[in-house]
């Protein structure tokens, strides 16, 4: 069977069971465009941003597990995404971005959009490629699922020239893929299972570290079971909130900057840390020469590169975190915690997490929604609001608490909200958003009002670039250098898009506005009007050691 | 510390970009690098020679590992290996100093490969030793140009690196 390039794009697409594409159409992507017309297999989103595009299959793949797929033209469209391919590839997220590229005999020639994507891309991706010829489209969609979505997942950026969309060639769907540089390990070695087993029923004082890799895992199970049985406290990064449920007893919530005060001391005075798909990453760690100075580190990973990337580990075990787990989990015999754990639980006791309640605290905004949607899936943007989302929603399950980690992209949460909410229609999805943040990608509002996605956008307005001006107020004598933002009104943004909007300014009007965003069947902006100077506590100061915690008492100048 | 690494690659358009990129982004540095195809056509082999210690090389090998297009890196430095450079040096000479670069040039079991009436070209193959050793002694001539293959090496014995299926 002989087909266009563009028709074997769309086919192959429908062999990996794609049935949602995020994208905007340009001029060397017409003929697939013309082809996803003359099919109903595959719904595609039409966005406002090629940036949108890439956040939004990235919240999709998020929210399902799925490959999340985008698309955009040539040149610009193409250098748009790659925002979005930085954000997936640094939180490991599987997704497939197909760019058009001008024909190949205008290839280097500085051609009307042309832009070198793979060369853009290939320090942002797991993998790219360029095709050459209509034949090769087939191998390589298969080839670039597998890579996406297997071992440690990632972006795969397929370009393909509008000539080779429109050549024909034979098509024939392959089976498997051939790719003898790329053989994941999935076992763990069981002579360091072993090892691992040992050191645990040796350790007096463990804390479970867990990363995003045990949701991609679906090992959030064998991680609460290995934390029961060992009885050893469980912190998160911002990647693995959800993994242990807040108000599971040995749960600890998120270590790190802007940690719990309890999760960084228990870190500290730890004398094993077991590391679970995570990265020490430097926002987790604080100063390294201080991290869990007296512990071992055990660290199970997929990725043997991150293994002794960022601190000296006694026990690496490569492999899927949910396998490995399952191989240690019959070697483990309860360990001799009891007193750790009364010295934790001090601590938790001690120090809670607290906050003003005077005037309108995003706090207690991020409670409240917390407690009226206990289910929700929460997008976030980057910054303030991300952190409070992170420390004061009661995150229950793992794949609800989509965020931008390693890249920390402002922008991200709207549009990723978008794609999680068509991932998951029957949920409700919340985007807590900074007005910074939510303003770099709000023209996606039109987005969500054309396919009537009812995602709940809750502003936490303080007028300000905050988490910026917070380091500002700490660090550099309250000097707001272009941090302040001016006025928007988001009642009426809304209203323009066709949304809804609604303003709040003190803490009573809270659960009402939240019902009601939950009632009206429409995408919905809630703007609250927050403490405009309100900080993220507990801090620890970039370059300190985890135990060097600063807090409203002793923080403020 | 130095480091040979030698990586077998699949024969494919921007791999060598790729590689190259991997160690500008992640800061390792490259004493040199060269890559031509094996007994395989699809596969190409590359001789890095790193510096760093024992930590940046271990990543610098993950790192290349992860790469799609990588079949297999080794480390030379840690067994027994041959490892060559070949080196082009135009030297100033005329007839007063030719005949002493000559004889210098022989001691070495270089060659001279081209005569011009006030330069010459010497072509040297050997490890990194000879070659240093060389370069110091022709220098008191004059050197006008140099150009080096950068490192090639093999590791020896009957042992091999094999790419497996192509």
């Known amino acids: 069977m002989n087909l266009t390039g563009a028709k074997a794009l769309i086919k192959s697409l429908e062999y990996e069971h794609v049935d949602t594409i995020f994208g905007i159409p340009g001029g060397v992507v017409i003929p697939i465009y013309d082809e996803l017309y003359q099919q109903d297999a595959i719904t595609h989103y039409l966005v406002r941003h090629e940036q949108a595009a890439a956040h939004a299959a990235d919240g999709y793949a998020r929210a399902t597990g799925k490959v999340g797929v985008c698309m955009a033209t040539s040149g610009p469209g193409a250098t748009n995404l790659v925002t979005g391919i930085a954000t997936a590839y640094m939180d490991s997220v599987p997704m497939i971005a197909i760019t058009g590229q001008v024909t190949t005999d205008l290839i280097g020639n500085d051609a009307f959009q042309e832009a070198n994507i793979t060369g853009i891309t290939q320090p942002v991706t797991k993998h790219n490629y360029l095709l050459h010829d209509a034949s090769e489209i087939p191998q390589t969609i298969k080839e670039a699922f597998h890579i996406a979505s297997t071992g440690r997942p990632g972006p795969v950026l397929i370009d393909i020239p509008k000539d080779v969309q429109t050549m024909t060639a034979p098509f024939d769907y392959p089976k498997k893929v051939h790719l003898p540089g790329y053989q994941p390990t999935y076992e763990g070695h069981p002579g360091q299972i072993k090892r691992a087993a040992k050191a645990i029923s040796e350790a007096h004082r463990p804390v479970i570290y867990v990363g995003g890799g045990v949701k991609i895992s679906g090992a959030s199970e064998e991680v609460r079971a290995l934390a029961e049985t060992i009885l050893a406290p469980v912190t998160m990064t911002l990647m693995g909130m959800g993994t242990m449920p807040a108000d599971h007893p040995l749960s600890l919530g998120m270590l790190g900057m802007h940690g719990t005060r309890y999760a960084n001391y228990a870190v500290t005075e730890s004398d094993l840390i077991i590391a679970i798909g995570a990265r020490f990453d430097d926002r987790v760690t604080g100063k390294i020469a201080s991290f869990a100075p007296n512990a071992k580190i055990i660290h199970i990973d997929i990725d043997p590169a991150e293994i002794g990337k960022n601190v000296r580990v006694d026990i690496p075990i490569v492999g899927d975190v949910k396998r490995v787990l399952q191989k240690l989990m019959p070697m483990l015999k309860q360990t001799r915690t009891k007193e750790w754990m009364e010295k934790v639980h001090t601590w938790k006791r001690e120090y809670p997490l607290e906050f003003e309640v005077t005037g309108l605290r995003p706090q207690y905004v991020v409670r409240e929604i917390s407690r009226l949607c206990p289910d929700a899936v929460v997008c976030t943007e980057v910054g303030q609001h991300q952190m409070w989302a992170a420390q004061y929603f009661s995150h229950r399950h793992p794949r609800n608490f989509i965020s931008s980690g390693g890249l920390g992209t402002m922008g991200y949460g709207f549009p990723a909200s978008i794609g999680a909410k068509i991932g998951r229609p029957d949920e409700t999805v919340f985007d807590l958003a900074g007005d910074g943040s939510f303003t770099m990608n709000c023209q996606e509002l039109a987005t969500a009002v054309a396919y009537d996605v009812q995602v709940k956008v809750a502003i936490f307005n303080n007028g300000y670039l905050g988490m910026v001006r917070q380091w500002q107020e700490l660090f550099y004598d309250r000097r707001y250098s272009q941090t302040k933002l001016s006025e928007i009104n988001f009642v009426k943004l809304a209203d323009a898009f066709g949304a809804h909007g609604i303003r709040v300014d003190s803490a009573s009007e809270v659960a009402p506005a939240i019902k009601e965003a939950l009632a009206v069947p429409k995408p919905v902006i809630i703007d609250f009007r927050i403490e405009p100077e309100e900080c993220v506590w507990p801090m620890v100061p970039a370059g300190a050691a985890l135990n060097e915690i600063i807090d409203a008492k002793s923080g403020k100048v | ?166």
């Open chain 2, 1 to 166: 510390m130095k480091h040979t690494l030698s990586v077998l690659v699949q024969n494919k358009p921007g791999v060598l970009a790729r590689t190259a990129g991997l160690f500008s982004r992640r800061g390792y540095n490259i004493e040199s690098l060269t890559v031509g195809v094996t007994e395989n056509e699809n596969v190409s082999r590359m001789t890095i020679v790193v510096t760093g210690d024992d930590t940046v090389v271990e990543q610098v090998t993950k790192q290349l590992n992860k790469l799609i297009e990588v079949i297999k890196v080794s480390d030379l430095t840690k067994e027994s290996y041959v490892d060559r450079e070949l080196v082009l040096i135009k030297v100033t000479a005329d007839g007063s100093n030719r005949g002493e670069i000559m004889q210098l040039v022989d001691v070495f079991r270089a060659r001279i490969v081209d005569v011009a009436a006030k330069s010459l070209i010497v072509e040297v193959t050997g490890d990194e030793e000879k070659i240093v050793a060389l370069i110091a002694m022709l220098k008191q001539f004059g050197i006008k140009e140099i150009v080096r293959t950068g490192t090639l090496a093999l590791g020896r014995g009957p042992k091999v690196i094999q790419s497996g299926k192509d």
